[in-house]
């Protein structure tokens, strides 16, 4: 029983390049995520996607980030012009919904140099 | 917005003694509250939840209380051990309200010393 898979763990990007991160949920679970960990710190709540709609974009910088969550395929969180600052974890949780228990990736980690 | 503040942000203590730390939230509408346990370059892992409907909620050494008239919650952990050594996020979400994501507090860094 998979959980929830991100991938690829580990990005390295110039500044100015484009970052994708993905997110495959864990298996029978339809409500995807992501939040973002800056280094000592807590995880900040970014985007929270259903199959195909945006339900709560929050959190997420108005420009650069984009997420979408298709019919088929993983979860992608996207980054456009990456400088120095986004540079940290970024993990994606799955659940069924509601205040169903929230799972964890295993996160992807961006170095932007 | 949700916003939530966590005590202390280090502690520390001797094995096989207690710990407690302390969350509050402001949200009064907030009607879930999870704890998250972090090690170093993984992923947080829940180890303990309650809603709003009860008090109190113990999972062998682990137990989480919530005061819904104070805003506060608070984790228990007692006969600490080596391995209880992480970071520990609370978090609240409110349910319903249109913004499901969870609103987490900055972490206590748990130090077990043998």
């Given amino acids: ?113 | 917005g949700e916003n939530v503040e966590q005590h202390p942000s280090t502690l520390s203590v001797q094995e096989g003694d207690s710990a407690v730390i302390k969350c509050t939230y402001s949200d009064s509408a907030s009607n879930y509250f999870p704890w998250y346990k972090q090690e170093l370059g993984k992923r947080p892992q829940l180890i303990i939840d309650i809603r709003s409907n009860v008090g109190e909620k113990k999972d062998q050494r682990i137990a989480v209380t919530l005061n819904k008239t104070a805003k506060h919650f608070s984790l228990h952990i007692t006969e600490t051990q080596p391995e209880d050594s992480a970071v520990y996020f609370c978090a609240a979400i409110q349910s319903g309200g249109g913004a499901d994501g969870l609103t987490f507090g900055k972490g206590t860094h748990l130090i077990i010393q043998p």
């Fill in chain 1, 1 to 113: 029983n998979a959980g929830v898979m991100q991938n690829p763990r580990h990005l390295v990007r110039r500044r100015g390049q484009e970052a994708r991160l993905r997110c495959s949920p864990m298996k029978g679970h339809s409500h995807v995520y992501w939040y973002r960990q800056l280094p000592e710190e807590g995880l900040k709540f970014m985007v929270y996607l259903q199959k195909e709609n945006i339900i709560d974009e929050s959190g997420m910088p108005k420009e650069r980030f984009s997420a979408e969550f298709p019919k088929e395929g993983p979860s992608i969180l996207r980054i456009q012009q990456v400088v120095r600052g986004d540079s940290a974890a970024y993990f994606c949780a799955s659940s069924t919904g509601g205040t169903d228990t929230q799972y964890f990736g295993p996160g992807t980690r961006l170095t932007v140099l």
